[in-house]
């Protein structure tokens, strides 16, 4: 039984048991952001004149409250991601959406961290991410950002991995001047 400060465990309590309450609690606190989050935004939305009466009722802080319904609004159900936290969520919630899916699909395929994600997003920005391997290097080129934004939606439209993306796009201008 769980109470305010703790939880209450009977004297004897069966392994397989323990092991689901276990993993139950893990659970409720793995989801406990996005759920308050999603609890702020329905009241914001439904008792928009009494919501902040609600919410300090929760005895949460409020700043607290606004950043986990700012990430909730931000992705719906149908795009988090259960194999990442709430954090990794949070670190891409301020891009396009389509920008933010493709970061989360990165940190999902190669098992990133919150951190990990937060300095590879450093990275990007600075100009300074790994090239992938490839026989010929390419010139640096300095692109607005509005522009590499504008790339990637139209790749994320196929489905195609961005850089995919660019080299197809690049072959298709090349066929189009030689005539192919």
Known sequence: MTTRVGLK???ILPYDRWEK????IFQIADSSAWCLG??????QER???RYRTGVQAAGLDYQTLRNYAWVARHFE???????????HHAEVASL???QADTWLDRAEQHGWSRNRL???LRESRQGNRAAPLARVSLPRISVPVDRVERWRDAASKVEGDFEEWILVALDRAAAHELGD
């Open 9 to 11: 465990i009977p004297a």
């Open 21 to 24: 309450a276990g993993l139950h």
């Open 38 to 43: 999603d609890w702020l935004v329905y009241g």
């Open 47 to 49: 008792y928009a004149d």
């Open 77 to 87: 159900l149908g795009r988090r991601r259960e194999n990442l936290s709430f954090g």
């Open 96 to 98: 396009p959406p389509a």
């Open 118 to 120: 937060r300095l590879q």
